[in-house]
């Protein structure tokens, strides 16, 4: 029950990262949009292209970082899919929601 917990705890700890990965993407585009005085990159997208590339980084170092004494290759793809995959899932899941909403509210203006 123990680990359990714990493995819940870390995968609520990796989507909380992901979702400040996007934040810091998404704050950034709008800082970088505020000092050119008009908009030159959508926030929402480059919040999603800097979680997509703190991923493929994040999932490299899981795939090429030696595995613990005694375990087999199978950890590293369930680590890749629980750590990576997972919260990067959930991140482009709400992404589509909330763009999708916004495109169902203005339709209705």
């Avoid at 030159?40 to 899981?62: C, D």
Wanted: charged share 15%; no cysteine; glycine share 8%.
């Amino acid at each position: 029950m123990y680990d359990k917990l714990i493995d819940l705890l870390t995968s609520v700890g990796a989507l909380i990262f992901y979702t400040v990965i996007y934040f810091l993407g998404y704050f950034a585009t709008h800082g970088l949009n505020l000092i050119a005085d008009r908009r030159l990159l959508n926030r929402r997208i480059a919040g999603l292209v800097v979680v997509f590339f703190v991923a493929v980084f994040h999932g490299y170092k899981i795939i090429s970082s030696p595995l613990p004494a005694g375990e087999e290759a199978e950890v590293a793809i369930y680590a890749l899919g629980y750590y990576v995959i997972f919260p990067v899932a959930v991140i482009v899941g709400v992404f589509l929601y909330l763009t999708w909403q916004e495109k169902k509210d203005n339709e209705s203006l």
